[in-house]
């Protein structure tokens, strides 16, 4: 399914809107669940707001003690991830007085969802961005999909003007089969209707990462405990290289395709997994067991 998926995301990213332009010029608050979603889903805009001299924020909600591999007690582990982030944010140009952690426990970030509102709405109300930057609400990871829930409510409670994106990381491991990376359903309407439903769900919004991903990979490599080798060090003796980021197949989409992959918020909402916070279900079934526990490595 690897080049199906890829013939996918061609196919959707052709429909889409280019607004590299319109977001380096808008100050902004990235919402990551986890250290590393920063540089996994938004590093291309980052660095784009940064070359102009645009303010960004960066708020990782949960501690990532949870993070897999397990190499690290779990208390060594959070301040070795903090420091991997700041390390990461610095190489996209984020000052580390920009990068702010909230340390909600990993895992379990949809028990503290209005906690969660809470802390953000305050951040919103003091660094007042014109933008905020949120992980997609069908992600599929729990605590992705319950940060996108407290971003949102923290955009009401606050009544934002501004714009709210979402962003694609654990996206890529099941669409456009949205019924959760590793789905036994094998069903006509799944493997060939499904598809080309998702390409006309929404026109994405995309952000061109030529130049740029070098000094992604440059980054996502500062999270060593991720990639089990030391910061700032590569396998195979190759920079840059594949090698060096944690991540392997679909999500090695957001690392190799030209453009970053932005939705307006709400407009893949109809492909939401059922949480407890939500009333109902969505359209497309339950997330597979390996996404639904842990923080599941990367991301």
Known sequence: ?????????????????DVTAAMAR??????????????????????????????????????????????LAPDELVEVREAETRAACAALGVGETDVLFLGFPDAELGSSIDAIATRLA?????????????????????????TNEAAIRAVASTRFGGQVLEYTVWLWTHWPWTRGYGSRDRSVTRLLVEPVRRLRDCRPLLVDGRGLRERQRHALAEHATQIGR????????????????????PLLATLRSRYEVYVQAGDLRHLDFPRPWREGSAEDGQVDAGAATGSGGPG
């Open 1 to 17: 399914m690897t080049l199906a998926r890829s013939a996918f995301r061609e196919a959707w990213t052709r429909r889409g809107t």
């Open 122 to 146: 305050e951040i919103i109300r003091a660094r007042g961005p014109a933008q905020i930057l949120v992980p997609a609400s069908c992600e599929g990871h729990p605590d992705h999909d319950a």
């Open 230 to 249: 030391p910061a700032g060090g590569t396998a195979g003796g190759t920079a840059g290289g594949d090698e060096d980021v944690p991540v392997t197949g």
């Open 26 to 71: 808008m100050s902004c608050l990235v919402v990551a669940p986890h250290p590393d979603d920063e540089t996994l889903g938004c590093a291309v805009a980052v660095m784009r707001k940064r070359a102009r001299g645009t303010p960004v924020t960066v708020v990782i909600v949960s501690d990532g003690a949870k993070a897999e591999p397990v190499t």
